[in-house]
């Protein structure tokens, strides 16, 4: 059986996680909050969920450079949140203009998914 | 659509042999806890910033109805969400158990009946249940109370029906593990009937329920053997007809 290529984790862009105390990460399997965000007491949801940090590691998935991702990404199985469709993918790309991303995207999605 | 999980508490009233939060101490590196009502008033209130629809599930690793205010909390939520300013929609995840008290089913249909927000707000209820006979439930979810469980998920039923509302939609889940693969087939079977009395009739599903309808979900149980655990859910699902022999379960991309 030949590997699955992992895809971006849609996660980072779809399952904000508030602990009890305020405090937002990407996800409901961090449970120890690797990837906090912030704490919503102090920011908004708007400022940390559309702001600098999950960005770049939004770039990063995208781009196949997970270790560059959160730091909770790496010890994740990856597969319970399901993959980040491409055409959203494309989406996103576009929405913050980050220039030639759109392109880079789309031919890293073409890859052979059988690669890993 | 944003799916945004706020936890009222990480505590919960069961120990549930599958579960994180009953088997780590510290499940989040600090003391088991409630959200104060302040930092839930805060939260919701900054979502009427957010450009993206929210489905708010007021959940994480503990059952929100142990929270000492769910009822108040919930009650305030659905008060200010008038023209779906805050969440688009809601969800509830809970074992059930402790749905017979302080009113909790009537504060639930109320707060989906509320007249200033879209008839489908709140989506749905997900028991988590996992077993049907007494002996499976003390097993799985490690103490008592299925027949609770049990009971108020029928109440919930009863008093939906009663009122005359299409939401919030049931769904009865079973994560499916070698400790309750024997159950699978009385549970199927309970809540096929109970579900065909008391609405549309359910669908049955074995991936995340992706339809607005009542729902009986074989769920499968993520763990660090994810093989070994899909294996087992595989043939659980041959046993019960839903899949054919040979074929893979299949399982979304997009869970959510």
Redesign the interface.
């Known amino acids: 059986m030949t590997a699955r290529r992992r895809p971006p984790c849609s996660g980072l862009w779809e399952t904000p996680t508030v602990h009890v105390s305020g405090d937002l990460t990407t996800c409901c399997l961090d449970d120890h909050l690797r990837n906090r965000l912030g704490n919503l007491a102090e920011s908004t949801l708007p400022e940390l969920w559309y702001g600098d940090r999950i960005h770049r590691w939004r770039m990063a998935q995208i781009e196949g450079r997970f270790d560059d991702s959160g730091p909770h990404c790496n010890r994740c199985h990856w597969q319970a949140a399901g993959s980040y469709p491409p055409d959203r993918v494309r989406e996103y790309l576009e929405r913050t203009s980050v220039p030639g991303a759109a392109g880079r995207a789309r031919d890293s999605q073409d890859e052979d998914p059988n690669s890993t | 659509?944003?799916?945004?999980?706020?936890?009222?508490?990480?505590r919960c009233n069961l120990r549930c042999v599958m579960c994180?939060q009953a088997w780590?101490a510290n499940?989040?590196?600090?003391p088991d806890?409630?959200?104060a009502e302040e930092?839930w008033q805060?939260?919701l209130e900054?979502?009427a910033?957010?450009?993206e629809e929210i489905s708010l599930c007021p959940h994480?690793?503990?059952d929100p109805t142990v929270h000492p205010r769910f009822g108040p909390m919930l009650r305030w939520a659905f008060d200010r969400n008038g023209g779906n300013r805050l969440f688009r929609h809601f969800k509830l995840h809970t074992n059930g158990v402790l749905l017979d008290r302080d009113d909790a089913v009537e504060t639930l249909l109320d707060c989906a009946a509320g007249a200033e927000q879209r008839q489908d707000t709140f989506q749905f209820v997900h028991f988590s249940l996992d077993a049907h006979t007494a002996d499976t439930w003390r097993r799985v979810k490690g103490t008592g109370g299925r027949r609770r469980a049990y009971d108020n998920v029928i109440r919930l039923l009863a008093e939906r029906r009663e009122r005359g509302l299409d939401w919030p939609k049931v769904t009865v889940a079973f994560v499916v593990m070698e400790e309750n693969r024997a159950d699978a087939a009385a549970f199927l079977a309970h809540w096929r009937e109970e579900l065909d009395a008391y609405g549309d009739g359910p669908q049955v599903l074995w991936d995340w329920p992706v339809e607005a309808r009542d729902s009986i979900y074989f769920r499968r149980l993520?763990h660090s053997d994810?093989q070994a655990a899909d294996r087992v859910h595989q043939e659980v699902l041959l046993e019960l007809g839903l899949i054919e022999d040979g074929a893979q379960a299949r399982t979304?991309?997009?869970?959510?």
Do not use: K
């Open positions: 659509m944003i799916y945004l999980n706020l936890e009222l508490t990480d994180d780590t499940v989040h590196d600090s806890r409630y959200m930092t805060t939260l900054g979502l910033g957010v450009d994480w690793l503990g993520n994810q979304m991309d997009r869970s959510f």
